[in-house]
């Protein structure tokens, strides 16, 4: 048997198969006598679904504008696509991928193609608002299969001296999907209308759905040590997520009566699912999860980060029309360096966790990203173009700096049989804190009584707070341990 070059068996060896790692291949040898599995094509596979889960996330905002034009509805009614495909794919990650732990992943994420690509083409065709956002709620079960399992199948196929390398790309194109998604869309639909950006996705999900199933099946994965689903863990967490991201989103429009009591029947909901996850035998969620200190570190930072990021997302757009007067398209433009920091940062960030670990780039990411946030925040009303370019650079460097060695540490802190729960994890992490940082950003700027300006400030500097104690979180766990290797499995 070859031997890996870090000495080690590669993730998922020692069950059912061989895997051994040479030239960054996985080689899996079993009775099936298959060609060795390339864990780059794995990748290239996974980006797929990443791509078209972040991109249908963010582009279809754009056409809400020409769907209630075509239907004759309201700004609020029309909203709801947006919100139903949220709030689906944030309710159901952790229920995909308990689910995926407890199967194999690769199935699970190629069904989740094919249903992506299935109820894009559906909502491409919808006859009327009803039909078209309950396509999205399916889009968003096909969407939370995908998210759920991207990270972790790409960490199983990948050795550990790669698996940084590997995440950090993962990162690099759910970013560009994200971020693309108001450019691509317009295109789309100055070409073909908004049913275009649907219909577009039939072809490259299914495409996508056949590869996925001809291959990730073979992604080495460790059978897990609890077989059961818990079956009310899965009903608390949908209900208390959902209740509590619905207030957080949309309460400011809601009776506040309304909201108060969905936020705190949600909040009372989820405290009720962490104490029945902590005494059942098969939990959703294994809360001794959190008792090892990289993973309760990463956990913690990385919620932080997308909370001090997204004020930044929510309120320059108006800095920039309504303060500075520029048009949407320049708007547009000069929000790209961001990404673009982003797509050139996050692969040579990945690269370096592999060898240098995960606490000194973490650490030094967010502090760029504090440095980056109150050059926000102290821009003047007539600020020079460069001046708003430069630091949404500067905090596209500190979020890749931080993204994919984070990803990797939470990731390689956990059995191979726990990555599906920690991978959906991740993803849950990120939407919740994108919508509390946003969320106290508005309530910042709606509470301040001089105006615009210094509402723009004081939630910027909240946010630069937000990053520092980021960093600190990610300052907690071991600086002698490289991300790549920590995983569990490997040791063995």
């Not at 550990?160 to 590997?166: D, E, L, T, V």
């Amino acid at each position: 048997m070859l031997a890996a070059p870090s000495g080690r068996l590669a993730p998922g060896a020692g069950y059912n198969q061989t895997v051994t790692i040479r030239d960054g291949r996985a080689l899996e040898a079993d009775r099936s006598g298959e060609r060795p599995l390339n864990p780059w094509l794995v990748l290239a596979t996974v980006s797929i679904g990443t791509f078209m889960a972040t991109l249908d996330s963010s582009s279809v905002n754009v056409a809400l504008p020409a769907i209630a034009h075509d239907y004759g509805a309201s700004i609020a009614q029309v909203s709801w696509i947006s919100i139903i495909y949220f709030l689906v794919i944030t309710c159901l990650l952790l229920v995909m991928g308990r689910l995926a732990d407890l199967t194999k992943r690769g199935p699970v994420y190629a069904a989740g193609m094919a249903i992506l690509g299935l109820a894009s083409g559906l909502c491409g065709l919808a006859p009327n608002l009803g039909w078209l956002v309950a396509m999205r709620a399916l889009q968003a079960l096909g969407g939370a299969m995908v998210m759920a399992n991207s990270p972790a199948l790409t960490a199983s196929a990948f050795p550990g001296h790669q698996r940084g390398a590997a995440l950090g790309m993962v990162t690099l194109v759910a970013t560009v999907g994200s971020s693309a998604g108001p450019t691509v869309g317009g295109f789309i639909i100055a070409t073909w209308g908004w049913h275009g950006i649907f219909l577009i996705n039939l072809p490259i999900g299914l495409i996508g759905s056949v590869q996925a199933f001809r291959l990730l099946g073979r992604v080495p994965q460790a059978p897990s040590q609890e077989r059961g689903f818990d079956g009310l863990g899965a009903v608390l967490s949908v209900a208390g997520l959902g209740a509590l991201l619905l207030a957080l989103r949309e309460g400011e429009h809601m009776p506040s009566a309304l909201a108060w009591s969905l936020g705190v029947g949600g909040f009372l909901a989820l405290l009720a699912f962490l104490r029945w996850e902590a005494r059942h035998r098969h939990p959703l969620l294994q809360p001794r999860l959190f008792l090892r200190r990289a993973f309760a570190s990463a956990t913690g930072s990385s919620f932080l980060s997308f909370a001090a990021r997204s004020s930044c997302f929510l309120l320059l757009p108006f800095f920039l029309e309504r303060v500075q007067g520029y048009s949407p398209v320049a708007v547009g433009f000069m929000m790209t360096s961001f990404p673009l920091a982003v797509a050139l940062v996050a692969p040579l960030s990945g690269r370096a966790s592999d060898r240098l670990g995960t606490r000194g780039l973490t650490i030094a990411g967010q502090l760029v990203s504090a440095l980056a946030l109150v050059g926000l925040a102290t821009l003047p009303e007539q600020a020079p173009m460069w001046r708003v370019i430069g630091p949404q650079a500067l905090l596209g460097i500190g979020a890749a700096l931080f993204q994919s060695p984070n990803n990797s540490a939470m990731l390689g802190a956990v059995e191979g049989h726990e990555l599906g729960m920690a991978s959906a994890l991740l993803a849950v992490t990120r939407n919740l804190g994108l919508v509390v940082g946003s969320g106290l950003a508005a309530a910042i700027v709606a509470a301040q009584a001089g105006g615009f300006m210094a509402g723009f400030r004081q939630a910027l500097l909240v946010s630069t707070g937000l990053a520092i104690l980021s960093a600190v979180a990610a300052g907690v766990r071991n600086a002698g341990v490289i991300a790549g290797r920590s995983l569990k499995e490997e040791a063995a």
